[in-house]
């Protein structure tokens, strides 16, 4: 099936239910002469964190708005039928991510361990050779990274005496003043296209030690499926996180309201955000978006320079693709293999595939990030080739799957990337404008976290935050 197919079949039941309903309700809204006192831009999990905690401390007069027709941001569920749901966006915990763990549990919402039994495969120079996925980081590697990045502050990264240094130099060429072995190297550069969103040539090396340092070590970012960032998945599928907080906000949650402009605010308040269905007035509001997102906004009076130029820096165009490939059973897990596939050819559709089932293991589904090359192809074409793929590294079962779901976050036009992989000469020059507030606005989203900066448990710690700023303030 096709994406939009796919798409079609989401959040059914009450979630689905009350989307429907609060969709209605904000196409019926024209503007308000009222004064709120905090409108949060963004229904992704860092934004309706943000509003959780404001009507927890007892704040009635605050609306969130989102601009597509759902919440749940860079998460996105798919119902693949029997009750059981893939997810198309975010999807993974570690043990160390707490406040997305600690939030899940507030939701009453049970976590499971990612299926990791087994060996892998690893297709490399047309072979494909099984071992353990514990072999992927190597330590040494591991252990100099982890060196560098305590010389990187998480609260002020292009603050430090080699900030400069380390953000003129590229990813790659830090690597290959290492002389590593090919097969290592292109192991290390399947990571980073996984972990940050793009080859290594691409990429500041103060931001790969940043997102390190944020992460607390290197191989907590790279851990295969199974361990480290990639340890737990939610029981229902991630996008459950926001669909819940949202369907407890209720109506001060508006889909299908974009904003168009933030007025006035330069000042103390009232801000003014013209949405495509009227104008709102408030006394603070909180961006719950990326840079990137934030650029879609025009800004009167503008913002200042170096502001506006981080947004137009900021990565808004990363080409990331997930699959989901449906099979009757797990079949792999009888065989002993673990459902992870890693592929280092460069005309291979897949970059990692692993055992994405429900946990009950009631059908089994093999989810995938698509690589470059996979993306150029058609639907019916990837799946085709994926399929093959799927035999090469599991067996003759995978030619016969019963489902098929994939998503393009290229084509999102409110989400404008999945991953921010940093070039050089941003972080130390911009970064300083990323988090302070201006005039009346917060800024949330997980791109501001200094811990777990990009995944869900940064966008919940950056939720928090800016909650928590806007109700000193008022």
Known sequence: MRSSIARRRLLKGAAA???MSA??????????????????????????TAARDLAK?????FLVLEARDRVGG??????????????????????????VIDLARELDIELFRTYDAGTSAFVFGGQIQRQATSAIVDRTLSDRIDA??????VDTPWSGSRAAEFDAMTYQQWLNSLGLPQEQLATVQLGARLTYGATPDKLSLLWVLFYARSAGSYAELEGAPGSGAQEFRVVGGTQRLSTTIASALGSRVRLNAPVV????????????????????????????????QANQIAFDPPLPSARAELQKQWPAAVDALKSMVVYPTPFWRNTGLSGQSYDFEPDGVHQLAWDNSPPDGRVGVIGAFISQYGSSLTADARKAALVDEYVKSFG?????????YEHQWLGESYTRGCISPLAPNVLSRLGSTLRPGLGCIEWAGTETATIWNGY????VRAGRDAALRVLREI
Not at 396 to 404: E, K, L, N, R
Request: charged share 15%; hydrophobic share 40%; with cysteine.
């Open 17 to 19: 239910a009350w989307l």
């Open 23 to 48: 969709a209605s309700s904000s196409r019926g809204s024209r503007g308000t002469h009222e004064m709120l006192d905090v409108v949060v831009v963004g229904a992704g999990l860092s934004g309706l």
């Open 57 to 61: 401390a007892g704040l009635d007069k």
């Open 74 to 99: 860079r998460t996105l569920n798919a119902d693949i039928g029997g009750g059981a749901v893939v997810e198309l966006g975010g999807q993974w915990f570690g043990r160390t991510q707490t406040a």
């Open 148 to 153: 560098m990045a305590r010389e990187v502050s």
């Open 261 to 292: 402009t933030v007025r006035n605010w330069n000042g103390v308040g009232p801000c003014e955000l013209v949405t495509s269905s009227g104008t709102l007035r408030a006394k603070r509001v909180i961006l719950a978006l990326s840079p990137s």
């Open 396 to 404: 003759s079962p995978a030619a016969q799957p019963v489902g098929y």
């Open 456 to 459: 869900l448990d940064g966008a």
